[in-house]
C-alpha cells in the first residue's frame, strides 16, 4: 500500500506472552485455527518463541519465559512482569532506506517524556542453527521505565528479514485454516490523560500532523485489510488486533483472546 509516495514504518510483528507450557503445546492447540512456524531461543537465555507467519509477511509471535529463569532476571525485563495469555506490545520495522535514528531523533525532540532508547544489538538461534541478529530499540518514559504497547517498539534487521521471516520461502507456513491471511488493523487504547502525548510520538514517528489513524506498510501487500493503526481514550491500555481474510469471522487465539478476521 502506497500513502502518497512517503515511506511509512512497517508493521513487523505482533506479540503474545504465554508460559512456556502452552508454548510447547501451542502446534496442537492451535491446530484448528493456525500452521504454527518453528521459533527458537533468544540470545538472553530468558525466552523461546514460536510464530504464526501470514501471507503478508506480518507475524505473530507467542513468546515465553523459560521456567527455570531467575525472577529477578525475569523481573528486569520489559515484558517479564505482564499478564501471560495476553497481547503485550508490537514492532515496527522500517525497509532497507528507512531511517529510524531520524524516527528516534524527532521523539526526543518534542520532549513528552516519552522516547526510544539507543538500539541494542538482539539474536535467536533458529532451531536449524541459523543465527539472526537485529536491532531492538524499546519504548521508555522520563524514568526510563518501560512503556509497552502504547507505541511500538523497533526491530532493525543486521541478517536479512527473510531468515528471520521465512513467509515466501515457506509458504506452506502461511496456509491457515482460519483463513486469515494479514494484519488488516490495530487499535490501541490509550489511559485517561496520554492521549495528547501519545498522539504527539506518533505525529514524530510520521512526521504528519495530528490525527488518530496512522497508515502502516507491510512486507507484501496484498491490497487486504486498511493497513493502520488507531487509538482511543479508555480507562486501561489494551491493544485489539484485526486480521484481513476472505470472509469475516473471530477466532479465540487463547481462552478469552478473541480477535475478528474482516
Same mark, same amino acid.
Given at each position: 500500500?502506497?500513502?502518497?509516495?512517503?515511506?511509512?514504518?512497517?508493521?513487523?510483528?505482533?506479540?503474545? =506472552?504465554?508460559?512456556?507450557?502452552?508454548?510447547?503445546? =501451542?502446534?496442537?492447540?492451535?491446530?484448528?485455527?493456525?500452521?504454527?512456524?518453528?521459533?527458537?531461543?533468544?540470545?538472553?537465555? %530468558?525466552?523461546?518463541?514460536?510464530?504464526?507467519? %501470514?501471507?503478508?509477511?506480518?507475524?505473530?509471535?507467542?513468546?515465553?519465559?523459560?521456567?527455570?529463569?531467575?525472577?529477578?532476571?525475569?523481573?528486569?525485563?520489559?515484558?517479564?512482569?505482564?499478564?501471560?495469555? &495476553?497481547?503485550?506490545?508490537?514492532?515496527? &520495522?522500517?525497509?532497507?532506506?528507512?531511517?529510524?535514528?531520524?524516527?528516534?531523533?524527532?521523539?526526543?525532540?518534542?520532549?513528552?517524556?516519552?522516547?526510544?532508547? $539507543?538500539?541494542?544489538?538482539?539474536?535467536?538461534?533458529?532451531?536449524?542453527?541459523?543465527?539472526?541478529?537485529?536491532?531492538?530499540?524499546?519504548? !521508555?518514559?522520563?524514568?526510563?521505565?518501560?512503556?509497552?504497547? %502504547?507505541?511500538?517498539?523497533?526491530?532493525?534487521?543486521?541478517?536479512?528479514?527473510? =531468515?528471520?521471516?521465512?513467509?515466501?520461502?515457506?509458504?506452506?507456513?502461511?496456509?491457515?485454516?482460519?483463513?486469515?491471511?494479514?494484519?488488516?488493523?490495530?487499535? !490501541?487504547?490509550?489511559?485517561?490523560?496520554?492521549?495528547?502525548? !501519545?498522539?504527539?510520538?506518533?505525529?514524530?514517528?510520521?512526521?504528519?500532523?495530528?490525527?488518530?489513524?496512522?497508515?502502516? $506498510?507491510?512486507?507484501?501487500?496484498?491490497?487486504?485489510?486498511?493497513?493502520?493503526?488507531?487509538?482511543?481514550?479508555?480507562?486501561?491500555?489494551?491493544?485489539? =488486533?484485526?486480521?484481513?481474510?476472505? $470472509?469475516?469471522?473471530?477466532?479465540? !487465539?487463547?481462552?478469552?483472546?478473541?480477535?475478528?478476521?474482516?
Amino acid at each position: 500500500m502506497s500513502h502518497e509516495g512517503k515511506l511509512h514504518p512497517t508493521l513487523d510483528h505482533i506479540v503474545i =506472552l504465554v508460559s512456556h507450557k502452552t508454548l510447547l503445546g =501451542l502446534s496442537d492447540s492451535l491446530h484448528k485455527l493456525f500452521t504454527v512456524a518453528p521459533g527458537g531461543n533468544h540470545a538472553d537465555g %530468558l525466552t523461546s518463541n514460536k510464530l504464526v507467519l %501470514l501471507k503478508d509477511g506480518v507475524y505473530i509471535e507467542f513468546i515465553a519465559f523459560f521456567d527455570h529463569v531467575d525472577p529477578e532476571r525475569r523481573k528486569q525485563h520489559r515484558w517479564g512482569n505482564l499478564k501471560e495469555n &495476553t497481547l503485550i506490545d508490537w514492532a515496527f &520495522t522500517f525497509p532497507p532506506g528507512g531511517d529510524f535514528d531520524a524516527v528516534k531523533q524527532r521523539v526526543l525532540d518534542i520532549n513528552t517524556g516519552l522516547h526510544y532508547q $539507543e538500539p541494542e544489538a538482539w539474536g535467536r538461534k533458529r532451531n536449524d542453527g541459523t543465527m539472526l541478529e537485529w536491532r531492538l530499540s524499546a519504548p !521508555v518514559d522520563s524514568q526510563d521505565h518501560p512503556v509497552q504497547g %502504547l507505541i511500538p517498539f523497533w526491530v532493525l534487521d543486521k541478517t536479512p528479514r527473510e =531468515l528471520r521471516v521465512p513467509f515466501e520461502a515457506q509458504p506452506e507456513l502461511t496456509d491457515h485454516p482460519c483463513r486469515a491471511t494479514g494484519v488488516s488493523s490495530l487499535s !490501541v487504547t490509550v489511559p485517561y490523560g496520554q492521549t495528547s502525548n !501519545v498522539r504527539k510520538v506518533y505525529e514524530a514517528i510520521y512526521g504528519l500532523s495530528a490525527r488518530n489513524q496512522w497508515p502502516y $506498510e507491510v512486507p507484501l501487500d496484498r491490497n487486504a485489510g486498511m493497513h493502520c493503526v488507531s487509538f482511543v481514550e479508555d480507562a486501561e491500555m489494551a491493544i485489539t =488486533l484485526t486480521f484481513s481474510g476472505p $470472509e469475516r469471522n473471530q477466532v479465540e !487465539v487463547l481462552p478469552g483472546l478473541v480477535f475478528k478476521i474482516e
